[in-house]
């Protein structure tokens, strides 16, 4: 960590729980023990089953240090999308950064990417990093990307036909993000590549060659071992991420020509929607029978 004798400024570090007893005190203790000095810091339950709550209520009222921190829980379960915009609301930081309740955050995490964004030009508004792989016994596996991942950087390169997306568990973003677009769209599965393209509407999206989270591959991940069900479910709600793209292109003004490609976009999502709701799912569907067979 290294700043300057000005006061850093007030960063934001959310973590989104569900059922996460096995995984939480390791994802807690990171985010209490960043040391990064001017830190708020949300954790909140999605109205869990288990003993997540407490787990995150016990290290809270045990917490020492400086961080302002915001313990809460939902009544009723609400999903990763309307969590994940009350957390929105509440953060109060110039940048915001994501947790997930089964991953562990370097501790030097805030610090090291705030250093990177102060020291480098004004025109970045969201970073996202490498991680370092870990299964469910917390034994490290390898680093995620192995090689430079190869997405737009830019609002120029998404024109250019580069596609646009960030791992939401290393990314953080400028708070203009919500300020200026607000909620998503109803439907939308996924929040990672709605923040990324925001950010792309704004500025720079930057990527860190080194790990700064422990991401965590098991059983119960939401993207990892989808049946091919689950899959073709994900792949029917696409169209509602290229409509959250239209919505806050024209939040941003942007020209006709750029929100006729994500109007295409759509439609194209659309028929893949009706092809996978039709013959291919039947195809596929056999398919999985006769592999289960042999």
Same mark, same amino acid.
């Given at each position: 960590?290294? @700043?300057?004798?000005? =006061? ?44 997540? !709550? ?14 302002? $921190? ?9 999903? $990763?999308?309307? *969590? ?7 953060s109060k930081g110039n ?25 480098? *030009?004004?025109?970045?508004? #969201? +970073? ?16 995620? @990307?192995?090689?430079?991942? &190869? ?9 250019? #036909? ?14 203009? $993000? !919500?300020? =200026? ?6 439907? +939308?599965? #996924?929040?990672? #590549? ?15 060659? !080194?790990?700064? $989270?422990?991401?965590?591959? *098991? &059983?119960?991940?939401?993207s990892q071992n989808l ?17 959250? *793209? ?14 006729? %490609?994500?109007? =295409? ?17 039947? +195809?596929? @569907?056999?398919?999985?029978?006769? %592999?289960? =067979?042999?």
């Amino acid at each position: 960590m290294s @700043f300057s004798s000005k =006061k850093p400024q007030l960063v934001t570090i959310y973590c989104a729980l569900y059922n996460h007893e096995r995984y939480a005190f390791n994802s807690i203790t990171s985010m209490l023990n960043q040391d990064y000095p001017n830190l708020q810091i949300i954790i909140s339950d999605d109205c869990s089953t288990d003993q997540t !709550y407490e787990i995150a209520e016990e290290l809270v009222n045990e917490y020492k240090g400086s961080s302002q $921190v915001i313990l809460r829980r939902n009544s009723v379960n609400l999903g $990763v999308i309307k *969590h994940v915009e009350i957390l929105l609301s509440l953060s109060k930081g110039n940048w915001i950064f994501q947790a997930a309740g089964d991953d562990v955050s370097y501790l030097t995490r805030v610090s090291d990417v705030m250093n990177f964004i102060d020291e480098s *030009h004004v025109n970045i508004k #969201g +970073v996202f990093t490498n991680l370092c792989v870990i299964d469910e016994n917390d034994n490290k596996q390898k680093l995620y @990307f192995e090689s430079m991942p &190869n997405c737009a950087k830019n609002i120029k390169e998404y024109r250019s #036909g580069l596609s646009c997306w960030a791992i939401g568990a290393s990314l953080c973003f400028n708070r203009i $993000v !919500y300020d =200026k677009y607000g909620d998503f769209v109803k439907n +939308v599965i #996924g929040e990672d #590549g709605c923040l990324a393209f925001r950010v792309l509407l704004e500025g720079d999206l930057e990527y860190l060659d !080194y790990p700064t $989270v422990y991401y965590r591959i *098991h &059983n119960n991940n939401l993207s990892q071992n989808l049946t091919m069900k689950q899959k073709i479910n994900f792949k029917n709600k696409e169209q509602w991420l290229h409509i959250n *793209h239209l919505k806050d292109a024209e939040l941003n003004h942007k020209d006709d020509e750029f929100k006729n %490609k994500i109007r =295409k976009k759509i439609v194209k999502a659309f028929l893949l929607n009706w092809l996978l709701s039709t013959k291919l799912v039947k +195809v596929l @569907f056999w398919c999985e029978k006769i %592999k289960l =067979k042999l």
